[in-house]
């Protein structure tokens, strides 16, 4: 058995410890970015909602008068779009579904919602149980599958998605394939694409893999394997 040369021995080690650093530093930013998602539930989205009960008392009581009807009625539009906005930004910042009705939920719905955003037919293929792996691979199977169907929304020009979830004894297999124009094959194939490359760097983290494979106008198809940790 061969001996790695000092250099190689330290940019293995460089390597790993940029890696585990990463590692650290994503479980940092999901926790505050969950942390603010629940700020904005808490705080402002109960404010929002006690507005929208007073102004609609208010309504009531007011003198039928066309001009305070019709400002009221604007207040009343624009309060409702505000309170859409927080909760689209509560969205973006960490999805609750995750939380509360498990992943297959969050999974789910993330692929109904995308195909009904961009009208396009998205499939969804999941195992009838919930998965049976730890939150962490729960979150990036999470992030990992909002990636994909964002680079397929901006690139793929695609008119079906199908994604499908495999749980088995060893690992967590997620595959996400569209029917657009493929891959150039280009080497490599995630560069540019820094979401993907996010994602398979947690991937990497925890043991995992994510490979894009496709040819030219056969469509794309995106991999993500995680390993499951003993006893798990």
Same mark, same amino acid.
């Given at each position: 058995?061969?001996?790695?040369?000092?250099?190689?021995?330290?940019?293995?080690?460089?390597?790993?410890?940029?890696?585990?650093?990463?590692?650290?530093?994503?479980?940092?930013?999901?926790?505050?970015?969950?942390?603010?998602?629940?700020?904005?539930?808490?705080?402002?989205?109960s404010s929002l909602t006690a507005l929208t009960m007073h102004l609609g008392l208010l309504m009531q009581k007011m003198p039928q008068e066309a001009a305070l009807q019709d400002r009221a009625a604007q207040m009343?539009?624009?309060?409702?779009?505000?309170?859409?906005?927080?909760?689209?930004?509560?969205?973006?910042?960490?999805?609750? $579904?995750?939380?509360?009705? #498990?992943?297959?939920? *969050?999974?789910?719905? @993330?692929?109904?919602? =995308? +195909?009904?955003?961009?009208?396009?037919?998205?499939?969804?293929?999941?195992?009838?149980?919930?998965?049976?792996?730890?939150?962490?691979?729960?979150?990036?199977?999470?992030?990992?599958?909002?990636?994909?169907?964002?680079?397929?929304?901006?690139?793929?020009?695609?008119?079906?998605?199908?994604?499908?979830?495999?749980?088995?004894?060893?690992?967590?297999?997620?595959?996400? $394939?569209?029917?657009?124009? #493929?891959?150039?094959? *280009?080497?490599?194939? @995630?560069?540019?694409? =820094? +979401?993907?490359?996010?994602?398979?760097?947690?991937?990497?983290?925890?043991?995992?893999?994510?490979?894009?494979?496709?040819?030219?106008?056969?469509?794309?198809t995106l991999t993500i394997v995680l390993p499951k940790p003993a006893g798990a």
């Open positions: 058995m061969s001996v790695p040369a000092p250099k190689e021995q330290h940019d293995q080690l460089r390597s790993a410890d940029l890696s585990e650093l990463l590692g650290h530093v994503h479980t940092c930013w999901d926790n505050e970015r969950r942390s603010l998602s629940r700020q904005l539930h808490d705080s402002l989205g009343k539009l624009l309060l409702q779009q505000v309170v859409e906005t927080n909760r689209q930004m509560q969205l973006k910042l960490w999805n609750d $579904k995750l939380e509360f009705l #498990g992943v297959r939920v *969050a999974l789910r719905e @993330l692929v109904a919602q =995308f +195909g009904e955003q961009h009208k396009m037919a998205a499939r969804c293929s999941l195992p009838d149980e919930e998965l049976s792996c730890p939150r962490s691979h729960n979150v990036v199977l999470l992030h990992a599958l909002e990636e994909a169907l964002r680079n397929v929304a901006s690139h793929a020009q695609a008119s079906a998605v199908e994604v499908i979830v495999d749980d088995n004894e060893d690992a967590v297999i997620l595959t996400v $394939k569209d029917n657009g124009v #493929g891959l150039n094959g *280009a080497p490599p194939v @995630l560069a540019g694409k =820094f +979401g993907l490359r996010m994602a398979r760097e947690r991937a990497a983290y925890l043991g995992g893999s994510l490979t894009l494979n496709g040819t030219p106008g056969n469509g794309a």
